[in-house]
C-alpha cells in the first residue's frame, strides 16, 4: 500500500504544504486526505493517527508520523535518493538548523500574514516584529534552492514564499529569484489550483474579513 497523508486545507494549511510539496518534487507516491480545519468531526478523525490530534499525520504502513518536520526526517530515511538534506556535513546541518528555525519560531510572521493563496496580490503593513522575522528569513547556501536542489528546507520555507506572495512582501533580488522558482515548481501549481477550488471559508486566516476576497 501507498504511505497516505492526510492534511488540512490547501487554501490555509502552512504546516500540510511542507510534506506535501517535499513528496511530489522527489516523486514519492502517497494518497491523501484533505479535511478541513473546521470540520466538525476534524479531532476525532485526525486523532487517530495523529499523536497531536492535528495535520498533517503520514501513515505508512505501521508507521504513523505527525509533525511536519518529523514527517521529512522520516522521508530522508527512507527515501535516501530524494536527497532530502545535502550531502555534506556543514550545509545539512545549517539546513537543519533553519528548517528547525522555521518549525518553532517566526511566529508574528505566522500569525500576521497567514497563509491564504485565493487572496489576491495586495500588500499588508508589517509590524516590527514581522518585520524582523523577514529579515531573518535570509538564509542559503547557493543554488536555484536554498542548499541547490529543491529540499525539506525548502519545504519548510513554502508557506513562507506564499506568504510573501500574497502579502506582497519586499524582499531583495535573490529572495525574489528563490520565490518564483518555488512558485514554478509543478508541484506548486498542483497544490494552488487545487486551493483556490477549495469552497472552505475560515475567518481567522483572512486578515480582510469580513471581507472575503478571491482572485
Request: no cysteine; hydrophobic share 45%.
Amino acid at each position: 500500500m501507498r504511505p497516505k497523508l492526510t492534511i488540512g486545507n490547501k487554501n490555509y494549511s502552512s504546516w500540510s504544504l511542507r510534506p506535501w510539496i517535499a513528496m511530489k518534487v522527489a516523486g514519492i507516491a502517497f494518497d491523501e486526505e484533505v479535511i478541513s480545519l473546521d470540520a466538525q468531526d476534524f479531532k476525532s478523525r485526525v486523532s487517530k493517527i495523529s499523536g497531536t490530534g492535528k495535520v498533517p499525520a503520514l501513515v505508512d504502513g505501521d508507521a504513523q508520523v505527525w509533525e511536519s518536520l518529523a514527517i521529512l526526517e522520516y522521508l530522508a530515511e527512507k527515501h535516501p535518493d530524494a536527497r532530502l538534506w545535502p550531502a555534506d556535513p556543514a550545509p545539512r546541518a545549517l539546513a537543519r538548523a533553519i528548517a528547525a528555525e522555521m518549525h518553532a519560531g517566526f511566529v508574528p510572521l505566522r500569525r500576521h500574514l497567514p497563509m491564504n493563496m485565493r487572496r489576491p496580490v495586495m500588500r499588508r503593513e508589517l509590524t516590527p516584529d514581522v518585520e524582523s522575522n523577514v529579515r531573518r528569513t535570509g538564509h542559503g547556501a547557493g543554488g536555484t534552492f536554498l542548499f541547490g536542489g529543491f529540499g525539506a528546507a525548502d519545504a519548510m520555507y513554502a508557506p513562507v514564499v506564499s506568504r510573501f506572495h500574497t502579502y506582497a512582501v519586499e524582499v531583495g533580488a535573490v529572495a525574489r529569484a528563490y520565490m518564483d522558482a518555488v512558485m514554478a515548481l509543478p508541484a506548486w501549481g498542483e497544490w494552488r489550483t487545487a486551493a483556490l477550488k477549495e469552497p472552505w471559508v475560515l475567518a481567522e486566516d483572512e486578515v480582510d474579513w469580513p471581507k472575503v476576497l478571491r482572485v
